[in-house]
């Protein structure tokens, strides 16, 4: 069965604080690896990664693949309030379907 | 959870014609939502769908061009009206359920030529 699983679920840190947030999968066909901050109902795009090893960044926010250990890391550095949010990853697969996690829950505290 | 199966998976249209997608939740669920992704874009949200009632369309779309159907908890349809190729895109599914975690579904590619 296809599944993409995060983690933590939720997080809470202190403005200033770097986190890591994880997204594993077991997707047929793998084809991309998309990352979303989420505020309200409607996502916002992140990053997408197809390669392996290279890293993908913007501004305080970088993220990379492991395609062999099935995984994907989001990196926050010196985090903000405004940082608070749901992050999502979703991986799309065989048949051009899309597989999303739940979301990890990320507060961060002034 | 919540297991969310879209159809169709995808499919290609002629300009002119519409297209019904479908979304079934094998759960009551208290909120479905419907999305649109362009390539490398963010999700857009084009509708929160609601049980028994008329949806709730987002600033930018209309009941006319993308009509919702949400006859109970765990099922709903939106279709794709008088289609143009700037409807091409990925259409999702979502749910929200008792606990707040929302799901999305496969999605549905659509092609219109």
């Known amino acids: 069965e296809d599944k993409v699983v995060q983690s933590p679920l939720s997080l809470v840190v202190h403005e200033g604080d770097t986190v890591t947030l994880n997204c594993s999968y077991e997707?047929?066909?793998?084809?991309?690896l998309l990352w979303y901050k989420q505020e309200k109902k409607a996502p916002t795009f992140l990053f997408m990664l197809?390669?392996?090893?290279i890293e993908k960044k913007s501004g305080r926010l970088s993220s990379i693949l492991d395609k062999k250990e099935l995984s994907s890391i989001l990196n926050i550095t010196a985090t903000q309030t405004g940082d608070s949010a749901i992050y999502l990853c979703?991986?799309?697969?065989?048949?051009?379907?899309?597989?999303f996690g739940t979301g990890t829950s990320l507060t961060v505290i002034p | 959870s919540a297991v969310i199966s879209q159809k169709p998976s995808r499919d290609i249209c002629q300009r002119g014609t519409s297209l019904t997608i479908q979304c079934q939740v094998d759960?009551?669920?208290?909120?479905m939502f419907w999305y649109r992704q362009q390539p490398g874009q963010s999700l857009t949200l084009i509708a929160t769908?609601?049980?028994?009632?008329?949806?709730?369309?987002e600033s930018g779309f209309v009941i006319d061009k993308f009509p919702i159907s949400r006859p109970n908890l765990t099922f709903s349809t939106l279709t794709v009206s008088n289609m143009s190729p700037e409807d091409s895109s990925i259409y999702l599914c979502?749910?929200?359920?008792?606990?707040?975690?929302?799901?999305f579904g496969p999605g549905t590619r659509l092609l219109v030529l």
């Open positions: 979502s749910v929200e359920t008792r606990r707040g975690t929302q799901y």
């Open positions: 997707v047929t066909n793998f084809r991309s």
């Open positions: 197809t390669s392996s090893g």
């Open positions: 979703a991986v799309e697969g065989a048949g051009n379907q899309f597989y």
């Open positions: 759960s009551q669920v208290t909120m």
């Open positions: 769908a609601n049980q028994g009632s008329e949806a709730t369309y």
